[in-house]
C-alpha cells in the first residue's frame, strides 16, 4: 500500500516540477531541451532523485549546475503546492536510459537473423 502512495508522490513531483521548470529564468537550464524522465522518492519522503535526460548531451554538467543552484527555489514551489509533511531535498541526476536504448537498438539491427520461411513456420506448429 505504501509503494503505491510513494509512486503517486513521484508522478505528482514530476509533473509539478516539469511546469516549475518552465518558469526558472537559469540560462544554464534552458539552453537544451530537458525533460524529467523518472522520480524516486526516499520511503521517508525526504529525499527525491529527479532523474533528466537532455536533448544535447555536451551541457549536461551545466544544465545540472543550474538545476542544483535552483534546487532551493523549485523545492520552496514543490511544498506550496504538494500538501506533505516534509518536502523531498532535490538531487538530480543524469539519465542516459534514452541513449543506452538507441544504442541497443542499433546493435539489434545490425545482426544478421535470416527471417523463417513459410515451411519452417508451418513446420514448427
Excluded: C
Excluded at 532523485?49 to 545540472?64: G, H, P
Excluded at 543506452?100 to 514448427?124: C, M, N, R, T, W
Amino acid at each position: 500500500m505504501a509503494s503505491n502512495r510513494i509512486g503517486r508522490i513521484n508522478e505528482e513531483i514530476q509533473r509539478e516540477l516539469s511546469d516549475l521548470l518552465r518558469e526558472l529564468k537559469d540560462p544554464r537550464v534552458h539552453r537544451t531541451m530537458l525533460s524529467i524522465t523518472r522520480v524516486e522518492t526516499t520511503p521517508d519522503l525526504r529525499y527525491a532523485k529527479i532523474y533528466v535526460s537532455l536533448l544535447d548531451k555536451e551541457f549536461t554538467k551545466e544544465t545540472l549546475a543550474g538545476l542544483k543552484s535552483s534546487a532551493g527555489y523549485l523545492r520552496r514551489e514543490l511544498g506550496r503546492s504538494l500538501q506533505l509533511r516534509y518536502t523531498p531535498e532535490l538531487q538530480w541526476q543524469p539519465d542516459d536510459s534514452i541513449t543506452q536504448g538507441a544504442h541497443i537498438l542499433e546493435l539489434l539491427s545490425k545482426l544478421d537473423i535470416p527471417e523463417d520461411s513459410d515451411d519452417e513456420a508451418a513446420f514448427d506448429r
